[in-house]
């Protein structure tokens, strides 16, 4: 069962364009979701995060987009620039006692000089 | 201040064999977990622990799969009897306080 779905699978954007990466999620027990950047051979770092309780988050080039009632968050990244090509991941953290993340598939970005 | 280190990097194993993948949290950070990621997917939790405890397993198989976290060393993840299905990259993440999770490199199993 997968609980957060990831969409598009993967993106190609120009240089200076605007990525948007979409997710959504069924567990109302999450509370904290993060994005994460990924780059072959190398572990997901994280690259921003929001709570249910914020609307939007930004962060540099970064925003989350966040619709409590819909279940619904994106990322955006402005300005897209060929160093941002990688995977980039959400997730979602529930609540207590673990706390571990559900990832999304993943989308792979390009950005075309 | 090292971030997480995980080793080896790579590991080959032929069907049958043993694997034990080691991770060193960051000084300070006493809560692991392990993730598994196949080609083109996403990471999927496989356990979390705490010193000398596990305390989440749902996302590890039942059989041929255990994980520790000694007092003293890394935690290991270990695979008995390897297949070629558990050809992945395992990744280990640490936090302080379950959140904030800082990811290491990964160790890339293949089965041959």
């Known amino acids: 069962q997968q609980q957060v779905k990831q969409s598009p699978q993967s993106l190609i954007v120009q240089k200076g364009g605007i990525s948007i990466i979409n997710c959504a999620y069924e567990?109302?027990?999450?509370?904290?979701f993060p994005w994460y950047q990924q780059f072959p051979g190398k572990g997901p770092a994280l690259l921003i995060a929001?709570?249910?309780?914020?609307s939007e988050k930004k962060e540099g080039r970064f925003t989350i987009s966040f619709n409590k009632s819909a279940k619904q968050f994106s990322l955006h990244i402005m300005d897209s620039q060929p160093g941002d090509s990688a995977t980039y991941f959400c997730?979602?953290?529930?609540?207590?006692?673990?706390?571990?993340?559900?990832f999304g598939s993943g989308t792979q970005l390009t950005v075309l000089p | 201040n090292a971030g997480v280190m995980q080793n080896p990097r790579h590991l080959v194993r032929r069907r049958g064999q043993e694997a034990r993948l080691r991770c060193s949290p960051m000084k300070g950070h006493s809560h692991v977990y392990w993730y598994r990621q196949l080609p083109e997917e996403g990471l999927k939790f496989m356990v979390y622990l705490q010193k000398e405890n596990i305390i989440d397993e749902s996302g590890m198989p039942k059989e041929r799969f255990s994980a520790e976290f000694p007092k003293e060393g890394p935690s290991i993840l270990r695979i008995q009897q390897v297949v070629r299905g558990d050809s992945a990259a395992y990744f280990c993440?640490?936090?302080?306080?379950?959140?904030?999770?800082?990811f290491g490199s990964g160790t890339r199993l293949t089965v041959v």
């Open positions: 993440a640490s936090s302080p306080d379950r959140s904030g999770y800082t």
């Open positions: 567990n109302t027990a999450f509370d904290y």
């Open positions: 997730a979602a953290v529930q609540r207590a006692p673990a706390r571990q993340l559900t």
């Open positions: 929001i709570r249910p309780d914020v």
